[in-house]
């Protein structure tokens, strides 16, 4: 799980991308 939310941080870019992400993340 972790390597794949690096992963994530890395694409996140934008504050609306990291939220997004951050949701999909915790399963919502």
Not at 11 to 27: E, P, Q, V
Request: glycine content about 8%.
């Amino acid at each position: 799980v972790e390597a794949m939310e690096f992963l994530l941080e890395k694409l996140a870019d934008t504050d609306s991308n990291k939220d997004f992400l951050y949701s999909m993340s915790k399963g919502g």
